[in-house]
């Protein structure tokens, strides 16, 4: 299934996105996800479901994040060619970090570029969501079944701060750092390789292929589960392809990947 989250009458809602003359519509309403509050709370009053929903274009849909997760988990330097552009060994294990749930942002959502930072890099990546707990997976043990679908990140990264702080809670971690969507989709398979792309203004700036990852997804669930439960909505961002670089207020970054559609946000100076 393809499916979006979105504000439709003061609720937010899922639904299920589907190609209607080449343009993805929300045709129906989906179920919403377990880990969503905002859904418990609805059932609570089965009132709030009783919406007569007439199918849209997603494009008219006012979108949010796709997912409420309860926790981000990021990889660094997951493809050769960008551990290399920033002069950085390849890792010989993943080398992860988080990001906050304060910086999830909706597509199209302005990326607010802090006072505190001179250079503001995008990082075009895939990101899946977690559809079961997952709690020390097991070596062979099939994976697939946890992954409830893919969707697209931008890793927006205030790379001044990441390297003066040694550490990279704060550089990764502004408010509006997280745009995730539109949709997410268990319809791609990252090991038989997707194309990540990033344009900037329309310039393409980024080209990978989920073929060149140092560590799969099934590596990284492993290793990360050794350490921490995954939850059902949570987000793991997957790495980016070489090509990264700064930008400047104004400026609108599109991160595409085949079978998930456009991720676009244009970012602009944090406002007083
Ligand atoms: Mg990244």
């Known amino acids: 299934m393809t499916y979006c989250r979105f504000e439709f009458e003061g609720q937010a809602l899922y639904g299920v996105v589907e190609e209607r003359g080449g343009e993805p519509w929300i045709v129906d309403l989906a179920p919403g996800m377990e880990e969503d509050l905002a859904y418990k709370l609805a059932h609570l009053s089965a009132a709030a479901w009783s919406f007569d929903f007439e199918p849209m274009p997603l494009s008219a849909a006012k979108l949010l994040p796709p997912v409420t997760?309860?926790?981000i988990i990021c990889v660094g330097r997951n493809y050769r060619d960008h551990a290399k552009e920033l002069g950085n060994e390849v890792p010989a294990e993943?080398?992860?970090f988080f990001k906050p749930v304060s910086s999830l942002l909706a597509p199209g959502g302005?990326?607010?570029?802090p006072a505190l930072s001179e250079r503001v890099d995008f990082e075009g990546e895939l990101a899946l969501v977690v559809g079961k707990r997952i709690q020390k997976l097991r070596?062979?043990?099939?994976?697939r079944g946890f992954v409830r679908g893919y969707t697209i990140a931008n890793d927006v990264t205030a790379r001044d701060i990441q390297k003066k702080d040694g550490q990279w809670t704060r550089g990764k971690g502004f408010d509006t750092f997280c745009p995730v969507?539109?949709?997410v989709s268990d319809g791609i398979d990252p090991d038989a390789g997707v194309v990540v792309e990033t344009r900037v203004n329309g310039e393409l700036k980024q080209h990978g292929s989920t073929k060149d990852f140092i560590f799969s997804i099934g590596d990284l669930l492993r290793y990360i589960s050794a350490a921490i439960t995954?939850?059902?909505g949570d987000l793991v961002l997957t790495g980016t392809p070489a090509g990264?670089?700064?930008l400047k207020a104004g400026d609108r970054v599109d991160v595409s990947i085949e079978g998930l559609g456009v991720l676009s946000n244009p970012f602009d100076a944090e406002t007083a």
Do not use: A, I, N, Y
């Not at 302005?110 to 570029?113: E, P, S």
């Not at 070596?139 to 994976?143: K, L, N, R, S, V």
């Open 94 to 96: 993943p080398l992860l």
């Open 181 to 183: 969507g539109p949709v």
């Open 244 to 246: 990264v670089g700064p």
């Open 110 to 113: 302005v990326v607010r570029m």
């Open 139 to 143: 070596t062979g043990e099939d994976w």
């Open 230 to 232: 995954l939850e059902p």
């Open 69 to 71: 997760p309860s926790k």
